[in-house]
């Protein structure tokens, strides 16, 4: 894995997506604390990282959290996120009482259609010199 996922927990993320871009974009913004370092899956280490994951970064079905030697995918990375990024959104957490045989269904549902439903860019979004620090 990745030497800064031993400090910082690093969400790899499909910068193309509309959603999953905004998703980065509300981490940066609400993880106050600065938990978080993300790689975008279309990046030279986003790309390994997804890879060594067991996801193929040209046709992903997830976003990751690598953190340390583990990795947390589909609604246990979502869950994983929203209990780190503090209140109001560690409530969020409580997403986790669901068993995981409806959360990930439902997570892979959205996940393979998120380019129709909210969209693809034509290039990879791109972080505010402010957020550029916590992007690998």
């Not at 910068?15 to 999953?20: A, D, I, Q």
């Amino acid at each position: 894995m990745h030497p800064s996922a031993n400090d910082h927990p690093i969400i790899v993320f499909d910068g193309m997506c509309v959603l999953c871009s905004a998703n980065a974009q509300f981490v940066l913004k609400f993880d106050r604390k600065g938990v978080f370092r993300l790689a975008a899956m279309q990046s030279e280490i986003g790309a390994d990282l997804m890879r060594q994951a067991g996801v193929d970064p040209a046709d992903p079905d997830s976003f990751i959290i690598v953190e340390q030697d583990r990795v947390l995918r589909d609604s246990d990375a979502v869950i994983s996120m929203w209990r780190r990024l503090g209140w109001p959104w560690k409530i969020m957490g409580v997403a986790g009482v669901v068993p995981r045989a409806i959360r990930d269904p439902l997570y892979r549902l959205i996940a393979r259609n998120r380019y129709r439903i909210f969209g693809k860019r034509d290039t990879c979004w791109m972080p505010t010199p402010e957020q550029a620090e916590r992007i690998l």
